[in-house]
T-cell receptor, first 119, second 113 residues
Framework: GAVVSQHPSWVICKSGTSVKIECRSLDFQATTMFWYRQFPKQSLMLMATSNEGSKATYEQGVEKDKFLINHASLTLSTLTVTSAHPEDSSFYIC???????????????FGPGTRLTVL | AQSVTQLDSHVSVSEGTPVLLRCNYSSSYSPSLFWYVQHPNKGLQLLLKYTSAATLVKGINGFEAEFKKSETSFHLTKPSAHMSDAAEYFCVVTLYNTDKLIFGTGTRLQVFP
């Protein structure tokens, strides 16, 4: 149980185009979903927190107009990288915090990640 | 502010020997601490979680970690390494009064036959 999927697993796009990444909780409902960015050989950095039906909360330094987050349902969140540039190339990881009694809100289940390469 | 420091970027062990991955934390309150493992092309998996119920926490796959407040440490150990343990390991702390996770820089564990 507690599986989170991401689609696509990798994507290559041209500079200036937009890319959408989906994050789905497959067997549970998620009150909150998180988006992280991981540079090669570095740690995960939280980009934003999203709750179903409300606007995402972005971390300091993250451009909300470049990284659009939509949390349309309790099982789906999307991250759209708008007007992508080579410096946006990275590994993007989502996680979901389940809506379950007795499960702490700090429990997160992670997706496998999406590798974005912008040419 | 809360933070974690992973003292080793790389650890190499032989199969069957003990594993020790070191983590120190900084927190002005009693934190929740985690260890996650990241295998290539797989999502991060929770190994174990400390939430003040017991200082010795047992996790999956034979891993355990001991919370030592006096040393502000939360080291991860396993008595006998297996080839399948080779991966990146992250020590994680929660940001006070939120559900946000703060990750350490990671330790890459190599296991040699």
């Amino acid at each position: 149980g507690a599986v989170v999927s991401q689609h696509p697993s990798w994507v290559i796009c041209k500079s200036g185009t937009s890319v959408k990444i989906e994050c789905r909780s497959l067997d549970f409902q998620a009150t909150t979903m998180f988006w992280y960015r991981q540079f090669p050989k570095q740690s995960l950095m939280l980009m934003a927190t999203s709750n179903e039906g409300s606007k995402a909360t972005y971390e300091q330094g993250v451009e909300k107009d470049k990284f659009l987050i939509n949390h349309a349902s309790l099982t789906l969140s999307t991250l759209t990288v708008t007007s992508a540039h080579p410096e946006d190339s990275s590994f993007y990881i989502c996680s979901a915090s389940p809506l379950l009694a007795g499960v702490g809100t700090d429990t997160q289940y992670f997706g496998p990640g999406t590798r974005l390469t912008v040419l | 502010a809360q933070s974690v420091t992973q003292l080793d970027s790389h650890v190499s062990v032989s199969e069957g020997t003990p594993v020790l991955l070191r983590c120190n934390y900084s927190s002005s309150y009693s934190p929740s601490l985690f260890w996650y493992v990241q295998h290539p092309n797989k999502g991060l998996q929770l190994l174990l979680k400390y939430t003040s119920a017991a200082t010795l926490v047992k996790g999956i796959n034979g891993f355990e970690a001991e919370f030592k407040k006096s040393e502000t440490s939360f080291h991860l150990t396993k008595p006998s390494a297996h080839m399948s343990d080779a991966a990146e390991y992250f020590c994680v702390v929660t940001l006070y009064n939120t559900d946000k996770l703060i990750f350490g820089t990671g330790t890459r564990l190599q296991v040699f036959p």
